[in-house]
């Protein structure tokens, strides 16, 4: 799209006469400014310019007007009309002309200012001005425009305010983004500015004419406030003519309604609930931790399981990371042995603020398996009312979080579960610390809440290796990175005899093949890994969901081989911890 800002060109012609006088017949050189135009982004300097009696192309130099400097440049050797070739003395010529680009950012920071362009002599090795020079300025075609309104209409967010490119006489098309401008915030919608305008925005606008308002309707439900809900709104105005596409005024000002979900620590807040059913048994996979290399060695894919209790949140088993030991232990059992063989909080019930902090990080979309509605009712009725004790939240004292308890005691989360499940999955029910997994406990109460008997799964030794393998070396590795729980480790500690990330992988793998927690003597896991006779048997989360090498019918919810992935898509605020 071309758009003339100052003399047109069929105007330009019928002063060429003139231009020549101007120059006076004794110049060798001579050229004149037509004007500028905007097109593919860019503003455009048009003219012509040569040495007189010479059809050679010269060159020609935009200069800033600001410090005599140039800006662009370009050949003055575009196809020329008869007449430019007669003001050049030269009649044979036809190529004469020039257009000169100049960046769109360079153009807006001058507008108001003089155009000066000029040329260099092939002959006299000179530059000259051209004609014009000065005569014309840089046209303000900047985006103007505000951010009026943000209402919350239930169910979606209007936007509304106006938006022009200044002198424009062209609607213009409008982004909105959240929590930052293009290229930091997140994009929201667009529209178009062309509904009616009052003769203020016009002359804002410097036209006599057009249509420049916008009301903009954007979906905002549950799903999005959790995303967006609270964030800054921000408004490009795109230019019709390549410009800057400028924030319009207000930008910033006004917020999106609600508040987007947040984690602080164990904490957690939602402006929405989800849809898992009450009864479901929630599946994610992690992008870290111990478990997910032991999962992936063995061949399996999920690494937590959660009883989903609807909108009310969740019961499952879960350990926080340990704390690290004292000086000067921490050189040899970098983790607290204590916190490691009984992990807090263990088996809990929770609500969905603090299934959300728990599930922060995860590498996919968490799912559900739902399978019989009353039999996975009657499980979680009787998940809900099971035995439990109160305790204060470790990440806000405010929050309390209810613990259930195993022969009358809280149940601790115990890594050697998934070496051997011992009868967790029985009635009476009993294992080393009192402890479960995410994956053990929901087996207990798959029996106790009446759905039946889960079955443990025996892995092989080959499978067992690998997994002790694949645990050592991921924690080594995640200690040796630095980062996260494991650089404050290495920023407190210094202990320059002993390989602390070494002993903190040969630490965890010892807890889980043998529930050995307090010592880094590697020949306790490397026993297991390299005994032939040695297996592992417990119930995974894969199990539980019926994946292969498992089958469905082991659970009730492996019924359901549906996808069925976690969406927040139901109004309810809750805040909560999980630990």
Known sequence: MRIESSIARTTATAFLILAG???????????????????????????WACDRGSSQPVMVLVIDPRNGMGIASAMSNNPSEPAVGAACGAPWATNLRFSVAVAA???????????????????????????????????????????????????????????????????IWVHVYAGGPAGSGQWVGAGLANQASEWAVLQACGVGYGAYRYNIAVPFGPEVMMQLGGLKVYVHGISPIGGWNRLLSNSGVFSLPGQRATVNGGCGYVPALWNAPYGSVVLSRSNGGPIRPVIVAIGEYYTHSMLSLGTSGIVHGEMKTPDHSSWPTVCTRPLDANQLQYGYPGVEQINLGGAYADLQGEEITPVYQWGDAGKTAALANWAVSAAQTGTQSQSDRSIWISRKLRNGAPISYSL?????????????????????????????????????????????????????????????????SGVGFWSALLRSVSCPFYNVCENAGDQVTNC????????????????????????????????????????????????????????????????????
């Open 416 to 480: 050697y579960q998934y070496r051997d499940i011992e009868q967790a999955n029985q009635v009476p029910s009993n294992s080393v610390n009192n402890g479960m997994v995410c994956s053990t406990f929901l087996s207990w109460a798959h029996l106790q809440g009446g759905a039946g008997y889960v079955p443990a799964f025996t892995y092989d030794h080959v499978l067992i290796a690998n997994g002790a393998n694949a645990l050592f070396n991921a924690v080594q590795n995640a200690c040796n």
């Open 105 to 171: 950012a360079t153009e807006e920071a001058l507008i108001g200012r003089p155009i000066l362009v000029q040329a260099y002599s092939n002959l006299s090795g000179q530059w000259f001005r051209l004609g014009n020079w000065g005569g014309i300025s840089y046209p303000d075609n900047a985006i103007r425009g505000y951010i009026d309104s943000v209402f919350d209409g239930g169910g979606q967010v209007v936007l509304s305010g106006w938006g022009c490119a200044r002198g424009v006489a062209q609607s």
């Open 21 to 47: 006088l101007y120059t006076r017949g004794s110049r060798a050189q001579t050229g004149w400014i037509d004007g500028g135009y905007w097109a593919n982004g860019q503003f455009n300097i048009s003219g």
């Open 512 to 579: 889980m093949a043998a529930n050995a927690c307090a010592t880094n003597d590697n020949s306790i896991w490397h026993g297991v890994r390299d005994d032939p006779a040695a297996a592992a048997t417990s119930i995974s989360p894969d199990r539980l969901a019926g994946l292969p090498p498992h089958n469905v019918g082991t659970t009730v919810w492996s019924y359901d081989q549906g996808y069925h992935p976690i969406a927040w898509n139901a109004p309810g605020p809750q805040y909560g911890c999980w630990y």
